[in-house]
């Protein structure tokens, strides 16, 4: 929910892709064992331009794409909405201990308009992150990613989907990359 703070949107106000992107992404760090922080995620994602209807719309950065779309069109989406009521048990989901929102409860005026997220804004611990990732073989199939959280052996299921398109040894790719081509010790 940290995405929807940083980029001042209401979840209904970004686009489904984008959040295949969210889901994807988080599948993907988990598997990876990364924390899937905000600058990482927009690291590799910027808003495309924001209309007058104030949908907000991920885009992957030109030349440094990780997931494809969920789907190449979605139809009627925005005819339908449903209403959230907030219960007490489930006030932990839209606020923090301190009682303000995690994230806009309405649509803003005013989403913010980014590109992307500067390696020079990240943490020592985000930038190694960065590096694991940018040595796969990408970009991945969102929709397949997704996918794989109805299994049981979900973790497998993302390895073998990101595996038909990336280093089996991940790790060490990325090591490699960070030691300019040299194989590990």
């Known amino acids: ?46 808003t495309r331009p924001i209309g007058k209807r104030g949908w907000v719309s991920l885009i992957s950065e030109s030349g440094n794409a990780i997931l494809e779309l969920y789907a190449q069109s979605f139809r009627g989406f ?31 005026q005013n989403p913010r308009k980014l590109t992307s997220w500067s390696k020079e804004d990240m943490t020592h ?3 190694e992150a960065l590096s694991v990732m940018a040595a796969l073989s990408r970009p991945f199939s969102s929709r397949k990613i997704i996918n794989c959280l109805e299994y ?11 595996g038909k398109r990336a280093p089996l040894d991940w790790f060490a790719a990325a090591d490699a990359k960070k030691n300019k081509g040299e194989p590990r010790p």
């Open 1 to 46: 929910m940290d995405v929807l703070k940083t980029l001042n949107v209401t979840p209904t106000q970004l686009h489904p892709n984008s959040w295949g992107y969210i889901q994807a992404f988080a599948v993907m760090c988990q598997v990876l064992a990364i924390n899937p922080t905000v600058a990482l995620f927009l690291y590799f994602f910027r």
């Open 78 to 108: 925005k005819n339908q909405f449903f209403r959230v009521s907030i219960t007490e048990s489930g006030r932990s989901f839209f606020f923090n201990e301190d009682n303000s929102p995690k994230f806009p409860l309405y649509w803003t």
């Open 125 to 127: 611990i985000e930038l």
């Open 152 to 162: 049981d052996d979900m973790n497998s299921r993302v390895f073998a989907t990101m």
